[in-house]
Nanobody, 120 residues
Framework: QVQLVESGGGLVQSGGSLRLSCAAS????????MHWYRQAPGKERELVAT????????NYADSVKGRFTISRDNTKKTVYLQMNSLKPEDTAVYYC?????????????WGQGTQVTVSS
């Protein structure tokens, strides 16, 4: 299993920036991809960004392309989500997710979430 702890959420004005962090521990060596999801009140959880742990390639939801950047620091076992030009519609609880393969079995672990609130 992989344990995940998010940090960096908070309240910011529209147009501002925040950086979320997700520190991983446990079976980090088995991680294949890491993701940031978000869930706004009354809405389904949506995938925001993905990074391949080994090669570092990334993917983004259309709604955040050009504004958000996902990155990782393998030595610190941490994934980041840099969020710029924030909009009120970015308000949500943001969750870190790690997908790994442990003894050929796929696993999926979640952090506890961190609240991001963007005021207009």
């Amino acid at each position: 299993q992989v344990q995940l702890v998010e940090s960096g959420g908070g309240l910011v004005q529209s147009g501002g920036s925040l950086r979320l962090s997700c520190a991983a521990s446990g079976s980090v060596f088995s991680i294949v991809t890491m993701h940031w999801y978000r869930q706004a009140p009354g809405k389904e959880r949506e995938l925001v960004a993905t990074i391949y742990w080994g090669e570092g390639s990334t993917n983004y939801a259309d709604s955040v392309k050009g504004r958000f950047t996902i990155s990782r620091d393998n030595t610190k076992k941490t994934v980041y989500l840099q969020m710029n030009s924030l909009k009120p519609e970015d308000t949500a609880v943001y969750y870190c997710n790690a997908r790994a393969r442990i003894l050929s079995t796929p696993t999926s672990d979640w952090g506890q979430g961190t609240q991001v609130t963007v005021s207009s």
